[in-house]
Nanobody, 125 residues
Framework: QVQVVESGGGSVQTGDSLRLSCATS????????MGWFRQYPGKEREFVAA????????NVAESKKGRWFISRDNGANTVDLQMNSLKPEDTARYYC??????????????????WGQGTQVIVSS
């Protein structure tokens, strides 16, 4: 079973960019669909982006398309989330998730069974 660990969060100003990285435990992560979700205090996890095991299929939340990007490097066993033009409303804890499925995107948080501990993003105005 793969383990995932997020990094790259921090405190930034409105308009800044951050790149979050999800490191997987070993090369078996190549068989896993991956996703990024964020969570506000007291709320359900919210979909941000997802990518297939191969990296050939991907999706980003509608409100972030064209500004945020998901990618993966199966040689380095990492999945990154590039977040540009950050806003205060993006302040949340961001989680990486993994699911052992091939040839499809997994968009629903309830389908994922492997989660990291999250990394905090704070955007100040």
């Amino acid at each position: 079973q793969v383990q995932v660990v997020e990094s790259g969060g921090g405190s930034v100003q409105t308009g800044d960019s951050l790149r979050l990285s999800c490191a997987t435990s070993d090369r078996t992560s190549k068989t896993y669909a991956m996703g990024w979700f964020r969570q506000y205090p007291g709320k359900e996890r919210e979909f941000v982006a997802a990518i297939s095991a191969s990296g050939r299929s991907y999706n980003v939340a509608e409100s972030k398309k064209g500004r945020w990007f998901i990618s993966r490097d199966n040689g380095a066993n990492t999945v990154d989330l590039q977040m540009n033009s950050l806003k205060p409303e993006d302040t949340a804890r961001y989680y990486c998730a993994a699911k052992d499925v091939a040839n499809e995107l997994v968009l629903s948080a309830s389908r994922y069974d492997i989660w990291g501990q999250g990394t905090q993003v704070i955007v100040s105005s």
